[in-house]
């Protein structure tokens, strides 16, 4: 699940005022019938920025209790931009990892054949930052090279489009952000998005939720929607 994105995605909650932020962001997946966790960090500095977040699936159970975490999934990103005074300041060049883990469903060990892989992926490639004047609304546009261990894909390409609306439609305290990923596994088009919407109650405290659509996704083949609510907490 997510990226920010979301979240944030790759750039979350860009500003001139912070340079900073760390969130944790609790969910219920309506869809799946289970909670879901993220902790989402975005970081920068002189030399460019740094993103990543980690997912808690919490659906391995043994009857009707959940025992443990059942999928694990980490991203982290890092984009390099050396040349902020210039006219290519907008540009920077990135890489990233992803990866995780899961269980099948109701296993109670890690015995044989109870686990599956998330293959290990390595990108790198451009990211282009459009702003408005004051950094409320943002967005990201990314080229990147993706390569999986021990999985070819025909076109080893992945296109990342970040955004983030702040106040949006002239609420204060409301954001709109999210991501969209298209990339290739194997011969099969592969796109994930996940808006989200947030409503910040009080200082580090927000409501809202996610939606994910996605098309040939993590096994579930052709269109698929999945909604899920949740609260947020950046630090």
Not at 75 to 95: D, G, H, M, Y
Not at 122 to 144: A, I, M, P, Q, Y
Not at 172 to 189: A, H, I, M, Y
Not at 206 to 219: D, H, R, T
Request: charged residues 15%; aromatic residues 20%; glycine residues 8%.
């Amino acid at each position: 699940m997510k990226k920010l994105f979301f979240a944030l995605t790759m750039l979350l909650a860009i500003s001139q005022l912070a340079t900073a932020q760390t969130n944790f962001q609790t969910f219920y997946d309506l869809g799946r019938k289970h909670f879901t966790t993220t902790l989402e960090g975005f970081h920068q500095d002189n030399w460019g920025n740094t993103f990543f977040f980690i997912d808690y699936d919490y659906n391995n159970r043994d009857g009707n209790t959940i025992i443990s975490p059942s999928n694990t999934y980490f991203e982290i990103a890092r984009c390099l931009n050396f040349w902020s005074e210039s006219a290519l300041a907008p540009l920077s060049l990135q890489v990233e990892y992803n990866g995780g883990f899961g269980l099948a469903a109701n296993a109670p060990s890690y015995g044989t054949g109870a686990g599956f892989p998330v293959n290990s992926a390595f990108l790198f490639g451009v990211d282009w930052f459009l702003h408005s004047e004051n950094f409320n609304n943002t967005l990201n546009l990314k080229v990147l090279y993706k390569q999986f261990i021990k999985l070819n894909s025909k076109v080893p390409l992945q296109f990342t489009a970040v955004w983030g609306f702040q106040d949006l439609f002239g609420l204060k305290n409301l954001r709109f952000s999210g991501f969209v990923d298209f990339w290739c596994e194997g011969n099969s088009l592969v796109v994930l998005s996940e808006p989200q919407l947030w409503f910040q109650v009080f200082d580090h405290f927000n409501i809202g939720g996610e939606v994910e659509l996605s098309y040939n996704f993590a096994g579930m083949q052709g269109f698929n929607v999945l909604p899920c609510i949740g609260t947020k907490w950046v630090f």
